[in-house]
């Protein structure tokens, strides 16, 4: 678990996953907060997800987390890593907060949260992020935690994109 200032970010285990799948009142009543019921935009991503989890068990630690918003006992989000990390101890950061907790600060304490964790895991010695090729809230975000931008790529899913790393130091 990662915890910062007002965020509780749990890692997915089988009984998570479960829960997930079995529904938002299931989920509330595992975990013990508010679940509202938009708490995530990428629904659809969770089975498979949960499939590629539990084949390849080094993940458990470099994939899915739930966002708490301690404050308020409440889901609001997911992210995680996008993977282990690789070869060169590169590691990528993903996340999301449902839109009536953006723009108070929770983005950035949550991508510096993850950040930390990751360097501070044995291995890790890069960190990268992607945001649309647009300056946006994610950008301030990355720019604020040190996050460079290296090089603009075209994704076939998502479109022209920014590419953020953060070497450790």
Same mark, same amino acid.
């Given at each position: 678990?990662? !915890?910062? +200032? $007002? !965020? ?5 285990? @089988? ?8 529904? $938002? $009142?299931?989920?509330?009543? #595992? ?9 995530? /935009? ?16 080094? &993940? *458990? ?8 918003? #301690?404050?308020? $006992?409440?889901? %609001? ?9 690789? =070869?060169?101890?590169?590691? /990528?950061?993903?996340?999301? %907060? ?15 949260? !993850?950040?930390?964790?990751? &360097? ?14 647009? /300056?946006?809230?994610?950008? *301030?975000?990355? /720019? ?10 075209? @994704?076939?899913?998502?479109? +022209? &994109?920014?590419?953020?790393? &953060? =070497?450790?130091?």
């Amino acid at each position: 678990m990662i !915890l910062t +200032p $007002n !965020l509780r970010i749990v890692p997915c285990d @089988d009984t998570l996953f479960d829960a997930i799948r079995m529904g $938002n $009142n299931t989920l509330a009543r #595992v975990m013990g907060v508010n679940v509202p019921k938009k708490w995530t /935009e990428f629904r659809d991503t969770f089975t498979p997800s949960y499939h590629r989890w539990k084949a390849h068990p080094p &993940l *458990r630690d470099w994939w899915v987390y739930l966002i708490i918003h #301690v404050p308020d $006992n409440m889901l %609001i989000g997911s992210c995680g890593y996008k993977g282990e990390p690789d =070869a060169s101890g590169m590691v /990528e950061i993903g996340y999301e %907060i449902m839109p009536s907790h953006r723009l108070k600060g929770l983005g950035l304490e949550l991508a510096k949260g !993850l950040t930390e964790h990751a &360097l501070a895991q044995p291995g890790v010695h890069k960190i990268l992020a992607h945001t649309v090729r647009e /300056e946006n809230a994610s950008v *301030r975000i990355l /720019e604020k935690i040190g996050f460079k931008q290296t090089e603009d790529i075209t @994704d076939s899913d998502e479109g +022209p &994109l920014w590419r953020w790393e &953060l =070497a450790r130091k």
